[in-house]
């Protein structure tokens, strides 16, 4: 049994950058729209002696508070991250908040290896050249420092590890710093993972990421739960979400997106990448306790969904014998591509902006399921009106989270 539950709480405020729109404005148009932006990586550092697919950011439209020469400093990452938490913060009204009664969850680790890479091949054999500032840089309290900096954080800031489920137990842990009284208000920030080409070769040498089989039709790779899938495709986003007490009277203008009624985070006692039905049930069971739910009671599920040959099948066990063979179910991976440390986070705010729109995205390519007995949104958005729903993250390592999300009327 699990302890008694806590005060509740709920996401004020969003902020959202992806291949397919930066702010939640944009973001949810293109959403529901089901565009995508596929296509041969194109960064410098990301393509070696093969072409890797995915999905990379446009210009970002700098948030004019900021300073241009700051940004001109900046890693993909940092950049990334700054915008994000500028929206969010705007969107949930965080500036009359005491600076030392908020925090920052930052989720990932290992981030900007791409930036590594070349750094490595810039300075091989002239180390003594490297600058100094790499010497804070590369560590990932670094981006904790960034942002607190610029936006006068003084409570508690931290990263949190969890490969691709990381951007999920950044919400986790900044519910819990809530709950717990350690801050008034939290941020999670699912941070972008800029992969190299070295990143890319070992992933789709472990099977892990989709393979050239879709080089010449990009848009067609991302397939996650389709008979034809064969691997993730990697989507640069980044997210950041406001977590606060939902009963807040300082707060009480604060218009909530969702209550987050529910967690779950379980290990498999598995260092390899293969999943467990098992470890992803026990992860739903806990969310489904903590928020008082019976599983007939979620009629939406945002699956982690990575077009895995493997993932998608034990995915779908795992919901069908969680009692969720009944809810409706779209895969946000197929528009956004994985955004591994980030995609928790970006999922979890495609769920409340589909919470908000009353409308369910559509999937792209998702032609022939793996299980066509599930209520799959495919090619056209559906209206519905989400009451309860769950969203999913697994990471390497073995880890399982899951995160209930309730309406509560803006």
Not at 36 to 56: D, H, K, M, T, Y
Not at 328 to 340: A, C, I, P, Q, V
Request: proline share 5%; glycine share 12%; net charge negative.
């Amino acid at each position: 049994m699990l302890a008694t539950r806590p005060l509740p709480v709920a996401i004020t405020g969003v902020g959202i950058v992806s291949a397919i729109g930066q702010g939640r404005e944009a973001f949810t148009r293109a959403l529901l729209a089901g565009d995508a932006a596929f296509g041969v990586l194109q960064r410098p550092g990301r393509q070696g002696q093969s072409r890797f697919l995915g999905a990379e950011l446009g210009p970002l439209q700098l948030p004019p508070e900021r300073s241009p020469r700051l940004f001109r400093q900046l890693s993909l990452t940092a950049e990334a991250a700054l915008v994000a938490l500028h929206e969010a913060w705007q969107d949930a009204r965080l500036e009359d908040v005491d600076p030392q009664r908020v925090g920052l969850v930052v989720g990932g680790c290992n981030l900007q290896q791409r930036e590594l890479a070349q750094l490595h091949e810039r300075y091989t054999g002239r180390e003594a050249f490297v600058r100094p500032g790499h010497g804070v840089e590369f560590m990932d309290s670094d981006l904790c420092g960034l942002c607190t900096q610029q936006f006068g954080i003084q409570g508690m800031a931290c990263t949190v590890g969890g490969a691709s489920a990381s951007g999920q137990v950044a919400v986790i842990q900044a519910l819990q710093a809530v709950q717990s009284g350690q801050v008034d208000v939290a941020i999670a920030l699912g941070a972008l993972m800029d992969l190299s080409h070295w990143e890319c070769q070992a992933l789709r040498s472990l099977g892990a990421m989709g393979s050239e089989r879709y080089a010449d039709a990009p848009m067609q790779a991302a397939r996650p739960f389709d008979r034809d899938r064969d691997g993730f495709i990697y989507g640069e986003c980044c997210g950041a979400v406001v977590v606060e007490r939902l009963a807040n009277p300082a707060r009480s203008t604060v218009r909530p997106y969702a209550q987050l009624s529910g967690w779950g985070w379980t290990m498999d006692a598995n260092r390899n990448p293969d999943p467990s039905r098992e470890g992803e049930m026990r992860a739903i069971a806990q969310a489904l306790e903590r928020a008082g739910l019976a599983p007939g009671q979620i009629d939406y599920v945002n699956p982690h969904g990575t077009g895995s040959p493997l993932g998608d099948v034990v995915e779908l066990a795992a919901l069908r014998d969680s009692g969720l063979g009944h809810v409706r179910l779209n895969t946000s991976k197929s528009l956004l591509g994985h955004g591994l440390t980030a995609a928790g986070t970006v999922e979890v705010i495609a769920t409340l902006v589909q919470m908000c729109e009353g409308r369910l995205h559509p999937s792209r390519n998702l032609d022939t399921p793996i299980d066509p007995s599930f209520d799959w949104i495919r090619d056209a958005a559906r209206p519905h009106s989400i009451e309860h729903a769950l969203t999913l993250s697994m990471g390497f390592g073995g880890i399982n989270t899951a995160l209930c999300l309730t309406r509560h009327e803006r």
